[in-house]
């Protein structure tokens, strides 16, 4: 059992940058052994997996289009996964999800926790 609680989204103007973060309760001393990842779902468009941790080895993934811009760190003590987003462009406004299962994957249907999701809009 994982409760995500997403946190950081807002607008921003291309070029600038927000943190993310999501709060994981509920079975927390599993949090060193699961994956967790950042999602993100604009309208008309099939959600997409944006970038991955396994929190065991600190191993990361990314996404082409966010390499080199976004970040994804872990802080064990406190439960709490990130996404730092650093020159954003408006094809990355979404609404952002948090997600973590035991193992990693891109298909966001085989993840089994879900956040509510936190919007991120970026103007032009």
């Known amino acids: 059992q994982v409760q995500l609680v997403e946190s950081g989204g807002g607008s921003v103007q291309a070029g600038g940058s927000l943190r993310l973060s999501c709060a994981a309760s509920?079975?927390?001393?599993?949090?060193?052994?699961?994956?967790m990842g950042w999602f993100r779902q604009a309208p008309g468009k099939e959600r997409e997996g944006v970038a991955l941790?396994?929190?065991?080895?600190?191993?990361?993934a990314y996404t082409d289009s966010v390499k080199g811009r976004f970040t994804i760190s872990q802080d064990n003590a406190k439960n709490t996964l990130y996404l730092q987003m650093n020159s954003l462009k408006p094809e990355d406004t979404a609404m952002y999800y948090c997600?973590?299962?035991?193992?990693?994957?891109?298909?966001?249907?085989?993840?089994?926790?879900w956040g509510q999701g936190t919007q991120v809009t970026v103007s032009s």
């Open positions: 509920g079975s927390a001393y599993t949090y060193g052994s699961y994956c």
């Open positions: 997600a973590a299962d035991r193992a990693c994957a891109w298909a966001p249907k085989l993840w089994n926790y």
């Open positions: 941790i396994y929190t065991a080895t600190g191993t990361t």
